[in-house]
């Protein structure tokens, strides 16, 4: 799926099954929510932090899912074409970064 097709199935569900977007506020502590909820999956089954038997089924597809829906819902409520705005960034940070990872010692032993 492109991103343009995720923004308008995100609409068209919007439309047929959530009567309206929330306000932006509300999405922006959504979006918090839904990234709270990742950052616990990848402490406790990626970092240093042991797993709860209750999070074992935690699926972390369906979270990082979850962050990009109201992701898009923030997008499309206020104007932003995701595609052009990536394809915008990944210039940037072109631009910015060309040669900067290549000598990070950190990056390369």
């Given at each position: ?6 923004q308008a199935l995100v ?59 109201v992701l898009i819902c ?36």
């Amino acid at each position: 799926m492109k991103i343009d097709e995720a923004q308008a199935l995100v609409d068209q569900w919007i439309k047929e099954n959530g009567v309206r977007y929330f306000d932006p506020l509300t999405n922006m502590a959504m979006l918090t929510e839904e990234v709270g909820e990742v950052a616990r999956i990848m402490a406790r089954r990626y970092g240093e932090q042991s797993e709860k038997e209750s999070d074992k089924n935690k699926d972390l597809g369906d979270e990082l899912a979850d962050v990009m829906f109201v992701l898009i819902c923030i997008a499309n409520q206020t104007g932003i074409d995701l595609t052009h705005a990536m394809i915008k960034n990944l210039d940037k940070k072109t631009q910015r970064d060309a040669e900067r990872h290549l000598k990070n010692p950190k990056l390369n032993p």
